[in-house]
């Protein structure tokens, strides 16, 4: 199989109908086609109720087959919907990733008393109050499930934190009181200790919570078939815990090539790179870094330096673990960081910038492929992204050279493999209308090279006999310049 890429085939707002394994299933065809080899699906078990994206995880066991939280179904239908397209996309050899959302829980059916202490929520090491009484929704039972799969049931204790106090009827951030019970040490040191984030913090220090999770980790990936996990929220629960959970269940099913993605919206190159060395590099991660400097170049426009768009990013330095995007569901218009989401203009040059260069493993958003729904619809740039990525599939191989000296205009050029051999020239212009003179090799002497984007349409450049051609772009934009077939 030659050059692969990622979709992150969901966005935020997708309709509440229960059809979206269904649609998965019916356009895996299409996306093998495009060299999509990699699915991030959004998270498959049942959440707090059918509205719910999935990141208000109630029952992990639970994939839509029982009668739980309103419905048999989640958000995107059955279970056996969602293996009929895991099934399905084996066929075409694309590997189904499930969001898992391990952090914490939410939907329970009971509140349950006991002691707890609050905290700072700007520093949650800061203890403001003494150990007293407060009510938490902490107690989940399954009724539907009937212990089916797992008899697990969940209590406080199970758990280091909460955010609402329903005897007191206050939201506030509660530190749960227990023998040696406290926020766990190896999370990330945001706000002091960044282990609490929603609803009932799952505790990993607690034996009987490992047991079960691991338990189930190696369930689902017996039982559906999926190849990875994407792992949600993974700088806010214990390290030690996802290392021993991935190890066991890479070991309980016999697949040691399981795919692991973590989450942690975290631009410093130096914490994504510890916890990557941490796992052994058997965990990849989203290059975050490198979306930070999508966003400030589109926001800069000619402004910003593009001869530093890599800089202290994660494919620079750990290659084989970036998985590099534009944007994704967090930042899509309403979301947690729509702030930082990347400009409409530099959606071309950044999609180019993850698919067209040989490091990295890119992921496609689904938002910006097929566009947004309502409250904030968008048509989104399916024919830009599809070529893009036909050249990747087709032409984006061998040898890169780099032509980055100059703060406006960047090139490329991908000489071609022995299976590949047309070779392919990029230029990036986020100023005026600019060039790059580079070398493609004298055995493309004499041909006749266009845009395959389609931005200079109009132009056709001819190799001269040295192997090198001057490549144009138009202003605030990117070309693909390759052999006219």
Known sequence: MGN???IQFFEWNLPNDGNHWKKLQEMVPELAELGIHGVWIPPPTKAQNTDDVGYGAYDLWDLGEFEQKGAVRTKYGTRQELEAAIKEARKYDVDIYADIVLNHKAGAEKTEKFLAKEVDPDNRELILTEPHDIEGWTKFEFPGRKGKYSDFKWHYYHFTGVDWDQKGQRKAIFLIEGDGKDWSDEVDQEMGNDDYLMFSDIDYQHPDVIEETKKWGAWIVKETGIAGFRIDAIKHFDASFTKEFLDYVRSATGRENIFAVGESWKDDVGFLEDQLNFHEDKLSHFDIPFHSNFLQASKA???YDMTQIFNDTLVSVKPLNAVTFVDNHDTQPGCALDAQRVEDWFKPIGYALILLREAGYPCIFYGDMYGLNEPHEHPGFKDIITKLLELRRDRAYGE????????DTIGWVRRGDDEHPQGLAV?????????????????????????LLGNKSDEEIEIGEDGFAEFKAVGGS???WGKKD
Do not use: L
């Open 427 to 451: 230029v990036i212009c986020t100023g005026d209308d600019g060039f790059k003179k580079m070398f493609v090799g004298e055995d493309h002497a004499g041909e006749k090279w266009i845009d």
């Open 478 to 480: 990117v070309s693909a």
């Open 4 to 6: 692969t890429s990622m």
């Open 400 to 407: 890169q050279n780099d032509y980055f000296d100059h703060p």
């Open 301 to 303: 426009g000619r402004e």
